[in-house]
C-alpha cells in the first residue's frame, strides 16, 4: 500500500469511511438476525481500544463497521498479506463477534489459505511448520469465538475439521466434534464422525457406548438422522468386539 499527501487526504479519507461503513451494511444485509449482545467482553474492548477505542462508542454502528473490517481482510487476503488478514480478522470480531460467518471464515483463511502463500520452493518442513502454526492460530480463534460468541456446534466442528485434516490430531478431533454433538441443533454428522474416531483411536467400546446413547436421541422420521447407519455400526462394532 502507498502513502501520499494525497492518499491521506480528508476527502480521501472520508470517502473511504463511508464506502466501509456502506459495505458493511450491505454486507450484513445477507446475514441472518443475530440477538444484540447482553454484555461486551473484557478482551474484547481490550483490542478495540488497542485500534484507539473509536469503535467501542459507535453502538448501533457496530455491525456496519465489522462489515467494512471484514471487507479490509478480505482485499488483504486478495493480496496475500497475512499479516493484514489477521489484523483485520481480529478487529472485524472485536467489532461485532455474534454472526457466526466471521469466525468460521477467518479460521479458515488462517488454517487453509495462508499456509498456500509460502513461495513454492520453500522447504517442506518449512511448509508443514507454518500449516500447524497457521492451524493453531484458527485453532485459538474460534476459541476465542467460543468465549465471546458463546458454545457454536459449528465453531466446535470447525475445530475439529482443523484438527484432523491440518494436524492430523484425530484425538483432538474427536473430543471438538464430541462438543459439537452436545450443542442444541448439532448436525447429526458429528455425532457419528466421533464414534469413528474413537475407533480409529483403539477405543470401540467408547464408540459403542456412545452410539448407543446417540440412537436412543433420534428421531425416526428424519431421514438426516440416518438412525440405521447408526444401528448398522452399532452391530459392527459389537461383532468387532465379540471376535477378540
Not at 18 to 25: E, I, K, N, Q
Not at 165 to 187: E, F, K, M, N, V
Amino acid at each position: 500500500m502507498h502513502s501520499s499527501a494525497a492518499n491521506s487526504s480528508p476527502a480521501r479519507l472520508g470517502m473511504a469511511g463511508v464506502a466501509l461503513l456502506l459495505g458493511g451494511f450491505l454486507l450484513r444485509a445477507l446475514e441472518p438476525p443475530v440477538a444484540a449482545p447482553a454484555t461486551w467482553h473484557g478482551e474484547q474492548l481490550a483490542a478495540l481500544a488497542g485500534r484507539g477505542g473509536v469503535m467501542a462508542v459507535l453502538g448501533g454502528l457496530r455491525a456496519a463497521v465489522a462489515g467494512g473490517c471484514w471487507l479490509r481482510a478480505n482485499l488483504a487476503w486478495e493480496q496475500r498479506n497475512a499479516e493484514a488478514v489477521q489484523a483485520w480478522l481480529e478487529l472485524t470480531v472485536a467489532s461485532d463477534e455474534r454472526p457466526a460467518y466471521f469466525w468460521l471464515n477467518g479460521a479458515r483463511m488462517m488454517a487453509y489459505d495462508v499456509p498456500e502463500w509460502l513461495p513454492s520452493r520453500a522447504p517442506a518442513a518449512v511448509r508443514q511448520r507454518a500449516a500447524e502454526q497457521q492451524a493453531q492460530r484458527a485453532i485459538r480463534f474460534l476459541e476465542k469465538g467460543l468465549r465471546w460468541h458463546g458454545a457454536d456446534a459449528g465453531l466446535y466442528v470447525e475445530m475439529a475439521n482443523i484438527h484432523l485434516r491440518r494436524r492430523g490430531d484425530p484425538g483432538s478431533a474427536a473430543r471438538c466434534y464430541r462438543l459439537a454433538a452436545d450443542q442444541p441443533g448439532a448436525p447429526y454428522y458429528a455425532a457419528r464422525i466421533h464414534a469413528v474416531l474413537l475407533c480409529q483411536l483403539g477405543r470401540p467400546e467408547e464408540a459403542l457406548a456412545w452410539l448407543r446413547r446417540v440412537l436412543a436421541t433420534l428421531p425416526p422420521d428424519d431421514p438426516a438422522a440416518q438412525a440405521e447407519v447408526v444401528r448398522a455400526r452399532i452391530r459392527l462394532i459389537e461383532q468387532e468386539l465379540a471376535a477378540r
